[in-house]
């Protein structure tokens, strides 16, 4: 395991592994949050909120997710460092661009920062209020699922009044356009680790990287945004 880990594959392959699995987290997330432009105070996504939170195999998946995180960021932190440090001056030797090197894949660190920055506000006015210290927002209100009357937490009252500062939706809208152009480079680069690329795919799943970074990127950015502009607070 600790061979396999040294090899200069084996390095890359945890940074694709666990990039793939926060894709498809990201994916999930983006269309749970998708519920709070439904215009129906809060309803449809209050109860989507509480599948998620007392569904036990998202029980399960949570503290992987968060494993998921920190091998992703401190082993990418990691790489980046190693390589710079391998290719010492050498990037500045040549002022010949290479070509398929993209903005996004040489500033990968730093837009990996950004996001990190982000993720720490974000878990602070979410997570942290829904599953640690409370809010009086989230107090339960009853609301009906499956024909059932349900009491859960108001996590849309949350939600919404977090979007109502114009300050949080600028912050949301630089953070999605970094979230893109990380996952931009991250799709393919995630696909090519594992194997899962040849001629014909390299340029497939760069398009196909490229749709999905920016549907999930810009996506967050404009829920935010619509809530801001059109949602007053409940
Ligand atoms: C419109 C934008 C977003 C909204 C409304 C939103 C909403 C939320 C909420 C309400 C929670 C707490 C859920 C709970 O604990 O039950 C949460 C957690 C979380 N969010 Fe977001 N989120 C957004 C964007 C993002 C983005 C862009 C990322 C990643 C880059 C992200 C990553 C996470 C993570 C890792 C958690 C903790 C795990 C979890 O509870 O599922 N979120 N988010």
Redesign the pocket.
């Known amino acids: 395991m600790s061979n396999l880990l040294s090899s200069s594959i084996g390095k890359k392959l945890l940074m694709g592994l666990s990039g793939l699995f ?1 894709m498809m ?2 994916l999930v ?2 269309t ?2 998708a519920l ?1 432009l439904v215009p129906d105070g809060g309803e449809f996504y209050n109860a989507a ?1 509480h599948f ?2 007392t569904n036990p195999f ?1 029980k399960v998946m ?1 503290p992987m ?2 494993i998921g ?1 920190l091998v992703h960021i401190l082993w990418g932190v990691k790489l980046t460092l190693e390589n710079q440090k391998a290719r010492g001056n050498s990037r500045y030797a040549s002022g010949n661009k290479t070509t398929g090197v993209t903005w996004a894949s040489q500033n990968m660190l730093v837009l990996g920062i950004t ?1 990190f920055a ?2 720490v506000l ?2 602070a006015q ?2 942290v209020k ?2 640690l210290v409370g809010d009086p927002r989230l107090e339960g209100i009853d609301i009906t699922i499956g024909g059932v009357s349900t009491h859960v937490e108001n ?1 849309y009252a ?2 919404n009044y ?2 109502s500062y114009l300050w949080v939706v600028i912050v ?1 809208i630089i ?2 356009v970094g ?1 893109a152009l990380h996952l931009s480079h991250g799709f393919w680069s995630s696909f090519q680790t594992i194997g899962f690329s040849n001629q014909i795919w390299r340029q497939r799943l760069s398009v196909l990287g490229s749709i999905y970074a920016w549907v ?2 810009l ?3 404009l ?2 945004l619509l ?1 801001y502009l059109f949602y007053q607070p409940v």
């Open positions: 926060l987290f990201l997330h983006l749970v949050n709070l909120a998620m939170a998202i949570e997710l968060a995180f996001i982000f993720l974000h878990i979410f997570w829904m599953k996590a949350l939600v977090t979007f949301y953070a999605g979230l999930v990127g996506g967050f950015a829920i935010a809530q």
